[in-house]
T-cell receptor, first 112, second 112 residues
């Protein structure tokens, strides 16, 4: 079974801090994704990656960057955290581009 | 117009009844369609995927796809209280880099 592991379940950071959210998958999936989920807005795609060192902007990339140095690891970076980035962050992976997503348990980030 | 639209609900059905969840999407070249279930505080889990017009059944769940009408639905037969959750419709578009776009979700309550 696919396992997608996010490094932290809960995080509390201060405004202006640089924040790293880590995600690791163990099924050799090519594709990895970062979403954020907010009440009433659903899941919104931040960034995704089809291969090592490749990245594509999703629908809301502003204020975020990503890194994929190894196939199994996809990191989301908040360059300077702001209160409007308080959210649930979900990492996912998929075997193929049109295949279903497998989600991690999520990281609930609070920026104060 | 939102790319993937769902009625936010809540949808309330008695135990044993059929729950019907609906979703419309805007991108005509969409290729893959998914239904995810999300319990409160948990990450989404895949319950159905459908790729061609018609019905697909899996246990108590039936997904229906009509590409001409850009409509996908999920029927849950013999609804159980454990089915109470938010159901997310997701569409993988062939444009924009094969992104998976989610609807905001429909909350379902099954009353015992």
């Amino acid at each position: 079974d696919v396992k997608v592991t996010q490094s932290s379940r809960y995080l509390v950071k201060r405004t202006g801090e640089k924040v790293f959210l880590e995600c690791v998958q163990d099924m050799d999936h090519e594709n990895m994704f970062w979403y954020r989920q907010d009440p009433g807005l659903g899941l919104r795609l931040i960034y995704f990656s089809y291969d090592v060192k490749m990245k594509e902007k999703g629908d809301i990339p502003e204020g975020y960057s990503v890194s994929r140095e190894k196939k199994e690891r996809f990191s989301l970076i908040l360059e300077s955290a702001s209160t409007n980035q308080t959210s649930m962050y979900l990492c996912a992976s998929s075997l193929e581009r049109v295949a279903p997503l497998h989600f991690g348990n999520g990281t609930r980030l609070t920026v104060t | 117009q939102k790319e993937v639209e769902q009625n936010s609900g809540p949808l309330s059905v008695p135990e044993g009844a059929i729950a019907s969840l609906n979703c419309t999407y805007s991108d005509r070249v969409s290729q893959s369609f998914f239904w995810y279930r999300q319990y409160s505080g948990k990450s989404p889990e895949l319950i159905m995927s459908i790729y061609s017009n018609g019905d697909k059944e899996d246990g108590r769940f039936t997904a229906q796809l009509n590409k001409a009408s850009q409509y996908v639905s999920l029927l849950i037969r013999d609804s159980q209280p454990s089915d109470s959750a938010t159901y997310l419709c997701a569409v993988n578009s062939g444009t924009g880099g094969f992104k998976t776009i989610f609807g905001a979700g429909t909350r379902l309550f099954v009353k015992a």
